[in-house]
T-cell receptor, first 114, second 114 residues
């Protein structure tokens, strides 16, 4: 009965490759987020989708492209991977994009670019 | 621009001690503030959410307070246990937009010694 799930949990790849991370939530939420946690453990928002519409796009390189096929899924595709992309990527969800509502996080995907 | 700061970065206490973790934010126009726990190599677990109209929230041995006028929130942990050892993160929902974006502090890593 996992609430927010991500696949894969670990991803090791070479520079220049293209990779995708998938996220699914079964909470019935209609807003989903991607956060990046760097090597210093600092978490920062990357993207957010509400009802499949992009509502947050922080200053992220356009090599990163989120895709939301439906309200329950938000995938992250990364082109031409660079060493600096190594980090832990967290997916989260909340209900109705309301500011007061609690965000629930997935277990994270640890991306290592060699 | 909202900034969230947590002090101290690390804290070590003997088992049974009551302790307070501090979180400060620069823009008092937040919509809510959420406290999370992160265990090593794991995702984020939501502990407490305080809405902007509230002063505090309690869950078991945890009590979180919010003082918007001074830009501060505290997480009080009563009768600490070794199992409380983790990194505690506070995050404010950005008040400058209605997107639900969370702005995170750097976290406080707590060690409770048996």
């Amino acid at each position: 009965d996992t609430a927010v799930s991500q696949t894969p949990k670990y991803l090791v790849t070479q520079m220049g490759n293209d990779k995708s991370i998938k996220c699914e939530q079964n909470l019935g939420h209609d807003t989903m987020y991607w956060y990046k946690q760097d090597s210093k453990k600092f978490l920062k928002i990357m993207f957010s989708y509400n009802n499949k519409e992009l509502i947050i796009n922080e200053t992220v390189p356009n090599r990163f492209s989120p895709k939301s096929p439906d309200k329950a899924h938000l995938n992250l595709h990364i082109n031409s991977l660079e060493l600096g992309d190594s980090a832990v990527y967290f997916c989260a969800s909340s209900q109705a994009g309301q500011r007061i509502n609690e965000q629930f996080f997935g277990p994270g995907t640890r991306l290592t670019v060699l | 621009k909202q900034e969230v700061t947590q002090i101290p970065a690390a804290l070590s206490v003997p088992e049974g001690e009551n302790l307070v973790l501090n979180c400060s934010f620069t823009d008092s126009a937040i919509y809510n503030l959420q406290w999370f726990r992160q265990d090593p190599g794991k995702g984020l677990t939501s502990l407490l959410l305080i809405q902007s109209s509230q002063r505090e929230q309690t869950s078991g041995r945890l009590n979180a307070s919010l003082d918007k006028s001074s830009g501060r929130s505290t997480l009080y942990i009563a009768a600490s246990q070794p199992g409380d050892s983790a990194t505690y993160l506070c995050a404010a929902v950005d008040g400058s937009s209605n997107t639900g974006k969370l702005i995170f502090g750097q976290g406080t890593t707590l060690q409770v010694k048996p």
